[in-house]
C-alpha cells in the first residue's frame, strides 16, 4: 500500500502534459496488445510460417533504424505534439492496411511506412517525458509509463484471449481471419480514442528553448554533438545494440513458441502474458526503491544479470508453465531496469540534442532488432527455437558486461584517479 500511496503521489505532481501522454500511452499500448497477439496467428492462417514474420517485424525495425537519427532531428523542430500525432498516426494507418489487404508487397510496404513514421513516435517519447517531468519525480514518470504499459498489456491479452469466443459466440460461422479481423478494428477504436489526449499537450520551456535554436542540417547536426554526449553515445550503441540484438532473437516470437511447442491455446498465451505483465509491474514499481538503495547503475546490472538463468529454461524447459514461469521472471528482471536506464540515458545529454542522441541510439538499437528479426525467422525454420535463447541470452551477457565496464569500472577508476 505505501508504494501504491507513493505512486498516487507522484501521478498528482505530475503536469498536464504527462499526464495526456501517459493516458494516451495507456490506450495506445492497450491497442498494441490486442492486435500483436493476433497478428502472427492471422499470418500462419493465411498460409504463411514464422520466418515470413520475422522478415515483416525486421523490415519494419529496420526501417525504424534508418529513419531514427532524421526522426530525432524533426522531433526537435517540429515539436514534441506534433510529432508524436504524426508517428503514432499514421504507423496506426498502416495497421489498419494489413489487416485487411494481405498481398505481399502490400504487407512490406505497410511494414516499411509504419517502420518510418514509428521512428518519430520513438524518437519523441522518452525525450518528452524528460523534458515535461522535474528532477523529483522523473524516474516515477518513466516507472508510471512502464506500469501502463504493462497493464494494457495484461487487459489486452486478457480481453483479446475472449474476443474470438465472445465473437464466435454471436456468429458462430464466421471463419478465423474473420474473426481476428474484427478484433484488429476494435484495437484501432482504442488507440483512437487515446490519441484524443494529445491535443491537450502543450510545449514545455525546454522545447520552447529548442525551437529557438538556430536550424542545422542533419550532418552538421551530428558533427555539432557535444564531445562529452558522443562518448556517451558511442558507448551506449555497443550497450543498446547488444541487448536490442537479443532481445529481437526471441521476443516477437514468444506468442507462435507457445503455439508451435506446447500447443497453447489462445486464452492460455493471452493469460500467460497477462501473468507475466502482473510481474514485470511490480519489478517496475519497485525500481526507484531499487536505485536509492543500490546506485542507478548498479541497480541496472545487477538486475540484469538476475534474468539470465531465465533463457536457459525458456530454452529447454520441459512443461509449459515451467517456460511461462522462467519468461515471466525474466520480464520482471529486466524490465526493472527500464525506468532507470531511460533516466540514465537522458540525463547524460545535452537538452538541445537530446532528440538527435535518442535518434541515434534508436538506430542502433532497431538496427540490431531488425537484424536479429531476419535471422531468427531462419534460424526457427532450420533449427529450433531453443537455439534463439541460447543466441540471445549471449547477447545480453555482452550488453551487460560492457555496461558495467563503461558506467561503473570506468567510473569508478576515474573518480579514483582523481581523489589520489
Known amino acids: 500500500m505505501k508504494i501504491f500511496r507513493e505512486y498516487i503521489l507522484q501521478w498528482k505532481s505530475f503536469n498536464r502534459n504527462i499526464r495526456a501522454f501517459l493516458i494516451f500511452d495507456l490506450c495506445n499500448h492497450l491497442s498494441i496488445a490486442v492486435y500483436v497477439l493476433y497478428f502472427p496467428r492471422y499470418l500462419i492462417e493465411l498460409g504463411h510460417n514464422e520466418d515470413f514474420y520475422g522478415s515483416l517485424m525486421g523490415t519494419a525495425t529496420l526501417m525504424t533504424a534508418v529513419f531514427a537519427i532524421l526522426a530525432g532531428i524533426i522531433s526537435d523542430r517540429i515539436g514534441r505534439r506534433n510529432s508524436l500525432m504524426i508517428g503514432i498516426g499514421i504507423s496506426k494507418i498502416t495497421y489498419i492496411t494489413r489487416a485487411f489487404i494481405v498481398l505481399i508487397p502490400v504487407l512490406f510496404g505497410s511494414h516499411i511506412i509504419h517502420g518510418i513514421f514509428i521512428a518519430l513516435y520513438n524518437s519523441t517519447a522518452m525525450p518528452f517525458i524528460f523534458e515535461n517531468a522535474t528532477a523529483e519525480n522523473r524516474i516515477h514518470a518513466y516507472s508510471v509509463r512502464g506500469i501502463f504499459m504493462r497493464l494494457s498489456n495484461i487487459i489486452g491479452n486478457l480481453i483479446g484471449g475472449l474476443l474470438p469466443l465472445f465473437i464466435l459466440s454471436i456468429l458462430p460461422d464466421m471463419s478465423t481471419i474473420a474473426v481476428y479481423r474484427i478484433i484488429f478494428t476494435l484495437s484501432l477504436i482504442i488507440a483512437a480514442i487515446g490519441f484524443l489526449q494529445l491535443l491537450y499537450i502543450k510545449p514545455s520551456a525546454d522545447e520552447r528553448f529548442i525551437a529557438r535554436q538556430e536550424k542545422k542540417r542533419l550532418i552538421e547536426q551530428i558533427k555539432d554533438l557535444p564531445q562529452e554526449d558522443f562518448r556517451f553515445i558511442l558507448k551506449f550503441v555497443i550497450v543498446r545494440g547488444s541487448i536490442m540484438f537479443g532481445a529481437g532473437m526471441f521476443l516477437p516470437f514468444m506468442n507462435t513458441y507457445f503455439l508451435r511447442r506446447f500447443e497453447a491455446s489462445h486464452e492460455t498465451t493471452g493469460l500467460i502474458f497477462s501473468l507475466v505483465n502482473f510481474a ?48 515471466m521472471a525474466r520480464n520482471t528482471f529486466q524490465q526493472m531496469s527500464g525506468p532507470l536506464q531511460n533516466t540514465f540515458i537522458m540525463r547524460g545529454l545535452d537538452r538541445k540534442t537530446r532528440a538527435t542522441a535518442n535518434g541515434i541510439l534508436s538506430a542502433a538499437g532497431n538496427g540490431a532488432r531488425s537484424i536479429a528479426m531476419f535471422v531468427a525467422g531462419y534460424v526457427i525454420v532450420n533449427l529450433g527455437y531453443s537455439y534463439l535463447f541460447i543466441v540471445a541470452l549471449g547477447f545480453y551477457i555482452i550488453s551487460t558486461v560492457f555496461f558495467y565496464k563503461f558506467f561503473v569500472y570506468d567510473q569508478n577508476k576515474t573518480i579514483r584517479a582523481r581523489g589520489v
Do not use: N
Open 280 to 327: 514485470v509491474i511490480l519489478g517496475i514499481a519497485l525500481a526507484p526503491g531499487i536505485c536509492e538503495k543500490l546506485g542507478m547503475e548498479r541497480a541496472i546490472v545487477i538486475t540484469r544479470v538476475m534474468s539470465f538463468p531465465m533463457f536457459v529454461i525458456m530454452a529447454f524447459g520441459p512443461k509449459l508453465w515451467i517456460v511461462a514461469a522462467a519468461y
